[in-house]
């Protein structure tokens, strides 16, 4: 919980400074100066990250490699044993996540778009990690159906502490898709770690339903993280124009798209549904009118900045933006924009195991971001 929520700008409010500097450049925010540089460039539109127990760190790009990063050496190899990876659109590699007891079985799980009967999904994959090379890969997931389109893949990958695995999906550009319980489309997936599907989901003993889904409703969540206070999944999805939303997921909830939302049809701005509210739908917790096109987020538990402790940390595909929630329980009370494009587009935010904020930038040639306390003096 954050206790600082009285001194926070406004919502919506900026602040930040710039001033170069050798190893990076000097962003003063509201309660740290930080420094922001590049640990390597060259990467091909980059979309998600983990790092492994000894500090490497493994980056998913979407056209389908997947590097082993060390960070302090700027150097880069590529991980072999991956599957043919289709990029369709917006989709293509994308999430990662690796198993909670890595050390003894290190699987790591992938998220990707797929060909087959249809069109295209979302499914994910996990392969033992050997070397630089991932071995006993098998399909552990499959959204169906598959659809047609480059649109709304999703998909960030989270692990519960009960050792569940949450797969944050999109509508694939159908919105009716995200009411149908027959369709795990426009919904959160949790299943077992195997790919099983666990005996108390909501719906794992509804007759015509998909027993892996969790909640429903959603259009394009991209962002995913894990309160560490309450050990609930946060997560955001993208509106159409304006309507961004955060939700904090509910087993068996439903979060209204397209029957509720607060953003517009393109261009010609009109309404989409029956409005903003309807009761059995959720409400966001925070929303962005206009749309920032959020992409990536987590929630900071590190010591090198303490004041940012507990504070959620999302992307910003549209305008550059790296944005800092300020939350108290469940509720977003502040927000600071800082970067405002001096990078580009911000694929993906997380924190490393030495405090430090590691950002995405997606590009053809993306880059990979540091944010650390400043040095003194600068």
């Known amino acids: ?65 997947l590097l082993s990063i060390r960070a302090e050496e700027g150097i880069s190899r590529e991980i072999a044993g991956l599957p043919e990876i289709e990029e369709i659109g917006q989709g293509g590699l994308m999430g990662i996540a690796l198993h909670p007891d890595f050390a003894a079985q290190p699987w790591v799980y992938l998220a990707h778009a797929a060909s087959g009967p249809g069109g295209a999904g979302t499914e994910v994959i996990r392969g033992r990690l050997e070397a630089m090379a991932l071995r006993d890969v098998e399909t552990i997931f499959r959204a169906l159906p598959k659809a047609r389109g480059g649109r709304h893949f999703g998909s960030r990958l989270v692990f519960a502490p009960d050792g569940t695995l949450f797969i944050s999906l999109g509508e694939r550009g159908e919105s009716d898709a995200a009411q149908d319980l027959r369709d795990h489309r426009g919904s959160l997936i949790r299943i077992n770690d195997d790919g099983s599907v666990p005996a108390d989901n909501p719906f794992s003993d509804h007759p015509d339903t998909r027993p892996e889904i969790y909640a429903y409703g959603n ?83 590190g010591d090198r900045l303490p004041d940012w402790r507990g504070d959620l940390f999302v992307g910003s595909l549209k305008f550059g933006l790296l944005v800092r929630l300020a939350v108290d329980g469940e509720r977003i009370t502040g927000e600071e924009r800082l970067l405002n494009n001096r990078y580009g587009r911000i694929r993906d935010v997380t924190q490393g195991p030495d405090g430090c904020l590691y950002l995405l930038t997606d590009s053809p040639n993306g880059r990979l971001l540091k944010i650390a306390p400043a040095q003194a003096g600068r």
């Open 1 to 65: 919980m954050n206790a600082r929520s009285a001194g926070l700008l406004p919502l919506g409010a900026f602040l930040f400074g710039v001033s170069p500097g050798g190893a990076g450049e000097v962003v003063r925010t509201e309660y740290h100066d930080v420094d922001v540089s590049v640990v390597m460039g060259g990467l091909r539109h980059p979309w998600g990250m983990a790092f492994l127990p000894n500090g490497d760190l493994l980056i998913t790009e979407r056209g389908g490699r």
């Open 219 to 301: 259009r394009n969540m991209q962002g995913m993280a894990l309160n560490p206070d309450t050990a609930t999944v946060w997560t955001h999805e993208h509106g159409p124009q304006g309507g961004d939303e955060i939700n904090i997921m509910r087993p068996g909830a439903n979060y209204g798209w397209p029957v509720i939302t607060y953003g517009v049809n393109y261009v010609i701005g009109t309404r989409i549904g029956e409005g903003t509210h309807k009761a059995g739908m959720e409400q966001p917790i925070h929303h962005w009118v206009p749309s920032i096109a959020p992409s990536g987020m987590t929630f900071y538990t």
